[in-house]
């Protein structure tokens, strides 16, 4: 039984060993800049935006990202009195895909001085679906002043085809 047991935790121990050298690998040649697996590469589309009052957007951004899954993406807004770090993780799994969100908030207040809040979420997603997520916490919980409003699209990586080519006949 001993001898069972012994052999078990080995090969556990053998697969969470492999399993973190595959990821290190990946990870290294991503930076490198050598094509990691097409089935792990996953594309963060983030679009951040100021909404003030009643829906009124008064500044709003978007960038798309890069990441193995596993591996988290980093955003940070800074605004005149309050800074947003946030990281965004998503996992691919067989049972579904969650994305995890990681949320740091500093806000400076004149009167209490400086607030920390942290949050972090797991989401059910699937592929191209939008999700959205308030590091302020909703319009309606902000009592009416200014909100941040983060939406984050996964999608799957697709190699782009290869340009087109038009043939331009001369005039000549």
């Known amino acids: 039984m001993n001898r069972l047991l012994c052999i078990v935790s080995l090969m556990c121990l053998t697969t969470g060993f492999l399993a973190a050298q595959e990821y290190s690998v990946t ?9 990691a697996p097409r089935r792990r590469i996953v594309i963060l589309d983030i679009k951040a935006r100021v909404i003030e009052g009643q829906n009124t957007i008064s500044w709003s951004t978007s960038v798309q990202k890069q990441t193995i899954a596993g591996t988290p993406v980093d955003i940070r807004l800074e605004g005149a009195n309050v800074l947003v770090a946030v990281q965004f993780t998503p996992f691919l799994r067989r049972a579904g895909h969650v994305l995890v969100t990681q949320g740091q908030v500093w806000i400076t207040d004149h009167n209490n001085g400086i607030n920390y809040f942290n949050s972090i979420q ?21 009592n009416g002043s200014s909100s941040i409003e983060i939406i984050v699209t996964v999608k799957p990586y697709r190699e782009s085809p290869p340009p087109e080519t038009i043939n331009q006949a001369d005039d000549n």
Request: no cysteine.
């Open 27 to 35: 990870t290294e040649a991503m930076e490198a800049g050598a094509p």
């Open 122 to 142: 797991t989401t059910p997603m699937e592929f191209d679906e939008p999700i959205h997520f308030f590091p302020l916490g909703q319009r309606q919980e902000v």
